[in-house]
């Protein structure tokens, strides 16, 4: 059954929130009404950017978090983003070819995770046509990253539709921080080489960082998913008094994937990437208490994909019985139903209106564009009493005849305007409260609020309770998609793949939050545990509907539009949809652990159970939508990780990772993955000579043997297989 409300008729989650106010007046009365002391309570906790978009510490924030910061990427090993992210309690990782990732935090994801938002130094770069994000294209590199800031739950209060299951916030060095030249090289099993190059410095009040980089690797074992890529960027900041400051960033990459399997519609291909971005924000400091910021930047992304298959009469002679026919299927069949009994495979396309011709299709080709400009003002209103609020307004662009059946581009504009407050209402009690209005073009508006109230019981020790809803927009895809296999030339439509067939609902989700935040300074340790529940209503599902026509090629003869449609069936038969059909209930805990004891040594710890139960729609047969209850699949049960560092006083560093995912189905393309388990060790040693430093490092992946990815399925010749690696790595900086 489709589910289907409107976002702002809803009010029960809305009477939960208004009830903590009134509990907290009482509670911050009671305790009296003293100001903050800013050195009574955790001095010694990070302090954080992304929870509000206000800075806090940890102890304030209303929603847990994962901090991963460069020790933890040194240590770890990762030589990318996606892998820094398995060290994050519930999150799965999953690549689907060599080179291209998603990544998911509960699950019910497939490769391209429509419910994360990612941001770096504040500039989303979730992908408006497909949604995910193309982690391979992103011109960043993890040694560039300061620290990376996850948001583990619904966040829309601050950032908006698609910070749905949580944010993730990469923030890069200041150009400042590092001045000087870096080099550094990786070579390593799987045809790994990596050449990477940094310099940063300033001129006057002109601070500046330029990087460039070149990446190859083959991908899987047995899988034609090799990658090469290449990219540029550029970060200036220019101090124009004491008051203002303007920022810069640009970006390039380029980039060839292999792609497809064997496979008549999947076939072996290489994809090309172009991707770029600008981005200029305005800093201003109207006085210690009143400073606002306007950000404005763009995105833009292709892939070239697109291919042709073998002609007609060779696609159907490799074809057997795959739409349950009772025999092979053959040309003669078809043509002795249109020419009474004589052979006649010519006749059969004239009557079809049919050429010998290649069919032609894309499944990623593809242009887009995100545009968005924003004003956010800081504000410090009394001594305990802080607010963030802003407006924004955001154009997406999509163009694809292959996606989209059409030349021209679709667009969609949205405005949005945000307000967070962050009240002391004792220095024990703190209320966090605020929303996000947003506008989609065509779509209802939307709010998405969200109130916590954190106590800290003594400077050791906090507990936090939050609700929250978020919404979840359907992408470009999902509301136009015509996608159509075609003969011989785009827009000859022969069978129809993918068709939209209604304008989507945003999906939402209710969190609701218990957490314990322990921070204990004197031992290094900081403890984060979390209790949760999410009900997740008006799903976005991609299904079969087997009453989707396909084109009938201007055919009005009875038996000639049967043997079409029969023809047809061998490559599809209807077509995929989306629809808003399913939910799912998600109950569980987290633990988050940060062990320090001395500055030479780092435990992490992540671990994740969650409980996911509810059903969604697969299927519509004469106007029945079919459903069942196999969702609990799609979330992996327990999620562990664990990272661990040693540095000696010889400058030799030793660390381990190790990452457990329970068994889980990827959604869309993906399979049914058994228990991940993989064990990477990192060796380096860090030398220093006049002018210079450096360090050598031996990396060690898959330690304990291949494990699969995304992909299982032997019966198309389709497994993603890791097998155990090996990569050395150097690199040098001049001062």
């Not at 933890?72 to 990732?101: H, Q, T």
């Not at 991609?542 to 009453?547: P, T």
């Not at 990452?659 to 990192?682: N, Q």
């Not at 380096?684 to 990396?699: N, R, S, V, Y």
């Amino acid at each position: 059954m489709q589910l289907r409300r409107h976002p702002l008729r809803d009010r029960r989650l809305l009477s939960s929130l208004v009830m903590l106010p009134a509990i907290c007046f009482q509670i911050g009365n009671a305790a009296g009404s003293d100001p903050i002391s800013e050195d009574y309570f955790f001095e010694e906790l990070p302090v954080v950017l992304s929870a509000t978009r206000l800075s806090q510490s940890l102890a304030d924030t209303p929603t847990a978090m994962t901090i991963i910061d460069k020790e933890m990427i040194r240590a770890s090993g990762a030589r990318n983003i996606p892998d820094l992210l398995r060290l994050v309690p519930g999150f799965a990782v999953g690549f689907y070819s060599g080179s291209r990732a998603t990544a998911t935090y509960h699950g019910l994801a497939d490769q391209y995770a429509r419910d994360m938002q990612v941001l770096i130094d504040g500039r989303s770069v979730y992908d408006p046509a497909f949604g995910g994000v193309a982690w391979a294209d992103m011109p960043i590199e993890v040694d560039e990253i300061d620290r990376i800031e996850v948001i583990r739950g619904p966040n829309a209060a601050a950032y908006g539709s698609n910070s749905f299951s949580g944010v993730v916030n990469i923030i890069s060095d200041h150009p400042a921080d590092r001045p000087g030249t870096m080099l550094k090289t990786i070579i390593g099993e799987g045809n790994v080489r990596k050449i990477y190059g940094r310099h940063a410095g300033s001129v006057g009040n002109f601070a500046y960082r330029l990087s460039a980089n070149y990446d190859e690797y083959d991908g899987f074992e047995d899988r034609e998913d090799s990658a090469d890529t290449r990219w540029f960027n550029f970060h200036g900041e220019q101090t124009l008094d004491n008051d203002d400051t303007v920022e810069f960033r640009v970006g390039f990459s380029q980039g060839n994937y292999g792609e497809g399997w064997s496979d008549i519609f999947q076939q072996t291909r290489v994809l090309n990437n172009r991707y770029n971005f600008q981005q200029i924000t305005w800093k201003h400091q109207q006085s210690p208490s009143n400073e606002f910021q306007i950000n404005f930047y763009h995105n833009y992304q292709q892939i070239e994909d697109s291919y042709r298959s073998p002609i007609i009469s060779d696609v159907i002679k490799g074809l057997d019985d795959l739409q349950g026919f009772p025999e092979p299927i053959r040309p003669d069949i078809f043509a002795l139903g249109l020419s009474g009994g004589n052979y006649n495979f010519q006749m059969f396309l004239d009557e079809l209106k049919l050429t010998d011709s290649p069919l032609t299709l894309s499944w990623l080709g593809f242009e887009s564009d995100r545009y968005d400009l924003e004003f956010q003002q800081t504000l410090q209103t009394s001594e305990n009493l802080r607010l963030v609020w802003g407006a924004g307004a955001r154009q997406d662009r999509g163009e694809s005849v292959w996606i989209f059946h059409q030349y021209d581009a679709i667009t969609r504009n949205q405005i949005r305007l945000f307000a967070n407050t962050e009240w002391h209402i004792s220095p024990a009690w703190v209320i966090n409260a605020g929303g996000m209005v947003e506008r989609f073009e065509d779509k209802d508006p939307f709010f998405s609020p969200r109130l916590a109230i954190n106590h800290h019981m003594d400077q050791n020790n906090t507990f936090r309770a939050s609700a929250s809803r978020a919404y979840r927009m359907p992408t470009l895809l999902e509301d136009h998609i015509n996608l159509v296999v075609f003969l011989d030339e785009p827009l000859n439509d022969l069978n129809t793949w993918i068709l939209a067939t209604g304008n989507l609902d945003p999906q939402s989700i209710d969190s609701f939050e218990l957490g314990y935040l322990g921070s204990f300074p004197e031992i290094g340790l900081i403890l984060d545990l979390k209790l949760f529940h999410e009900k997740i209503n008006n799903m976005i599902n991609e299904i079969h509907n087997l009453d989707i026509p396909d084109p009938d090629r201007g055919l009005t003869d009875p038996i000639a539009l049967a043997t079409l449609n029969n023809f047809n069936q061998l490559i599809q038969e209807g077509a995929g949809t989306y629809i808003n059909s399913g939910e799912a209930t998600i109950n569980g805990l987290e633990v988050n652990l940060d062990f320090r004891p001395t500055p030479r040594d780092l435990i992490f710890l992540g671990y994740s159970y969650a409980n996911t139960y509810g059903q969604e729609a697969f299927l519509i047969l004469d106007g029945t939508i079919q459903s069942d209850n196999g969702i609990s699949d799609n979330a992996a049960s327990h999620t562990f990780s664990i990272l661990g560092s040693h540095r000696f006083d010889s400058g030799i560093q030793i660390s381990s990772a190790y990452y457990h995912v329970g068994e889980m189905t990827w959604g869309g393309e993906g399979d049914l993955i058994p228990t991940f388990r993989r064990w990477d060790v990192r060796l380096g040693k860090q030398f220093t000579l006049p002018g210079m430093d450096g360090e050598i490092a031996l990396i060690g992946q898959n330690l304990n043997g291949g494990h699969v990815d995304f992909f299982n399925a032997p019966n198309r010749d389709l497994v993603n297989r890791w097998e155990t690696r090996f990569f050395l790595q150097a690199s040098l900086g001049f001062r």
